[in-house]
């Protein structure tokens, strides 16, 4: 009997594991939208979620970093985006849900070069 129990237990254990990998989006505030305009610092194409670096004035007017998170790098890729789409020191602006705390970040929405070109499709948060 006792033996059976460490059996279930363990299965109940390693099925629940995977549910703590995927954190939530609760951090980002859902009822606002705003656009950062700046360049490139770094592009982070990493699982489970892309990081795309901004260097842009933040609400002061400070040249600041912001770290927009973004898919999951297979999503993108389905949508247009890529490794390499852009280079640090590209001029771009990106739609961001932004962070709750009023941290420099938030969730990407959408994303154009400095040229207007979009990049990818609407949806690059992962939700």
Do not use: C
Request: without cysteine; positive net charge.
């Amino acid at each position: 009997m006792r033996m059976k129990f460490l059996w279930v237990a363990a299965a109940v254990v390693m099925l629940a594991v995977p549910a703590f990998a995927h954190h939530s989006f609760a951090m980002f505030d859902y009822n606002k939208e705003i656009t950062i305009t700046g360049s490139v610092k770094e592009l982070q194409w990493t699982n489970p979620h892309i990081h795309l670096f901004v260097n842009a004035p933040d609400p002061k007017g400070v040249t600041a970093v912001f770290d927009i998170e973004g898919g999951t790098p297979n999503n993108l890729r389905r949508q247009g985006w890529a490794r390499d789409v852009v280079k640090p020191g590209d001029k771009i602006s990106v739609v961001i849900r932004p962070l709750k705390n009023g941290d420099n970040g938030g969730q990407l929405i959408s994303a154009k070069k400095g040229d207007g070109t979009a990049i990818g499709g609407q949806g690059g948060g992962g939700e």
